[in-house]
């Protein structure tokens, strides 16, 4: 069974930073391409960044510049770096993860994280 848990969020001002993480067990992140997600309220969820196992990363356009995704699979970690965070960011942020060779759906998924940008 593999399991998802993030953790990193809270309250912030416009401008300030956060570092979300992501942590597993049951498998390892080394054979898993993983995203965060957010969803802020009475909005769909909507994808913000992904790492794949190639080390290759792929961010929203409305993120870009300002959040950093990395991993470190000896910790079996995956990170959200928040930079020059604004109002609009704040969301409930998920961790999900799916493994490589088994499909395009992002099968596992975390409780979720808040983070909240005060102007």
């Known amino acids: 069974q593999v399991q998802l848990v993030e953790s990193g969020g809270g309250l912030v001002q416009a401008g300030g930073s956060l570092r979300l993480s992501c942590a597993a067990s049951g498998r390892t992140f080394s054979s898993m391409t993983v995203a965060w997600f957010r969803q802020a309220p009475g909005k769909e969820r909507d994808f913000v960044a992904t790492?794949?196992?190639?080390?290759?990363?792929t961010y929203a356009d409305s993120v870009k510049g300002r959040f950093t995704i990395s991993r470190d699979n000896a910790k079996n970690a995956v990170y959200l770096q928040m930079n020059s965070l604004k109002p609009e960011d704040t969301a409930v942020y998920y961790c999900?993860?799916?493994?490589?060779?088994?499909?395009?759906?992002?099968?596992?998924w975390g409780q979720g994280t808040q983070v909240t940008v005060s102007s």
């Open positions: 999900a993860g799916r493994v490589v060779g088994e499909g395009t759906q992002y099968k596992y």
């Open positions: 790492t794949r196992i190639g080390g290759t990363t």
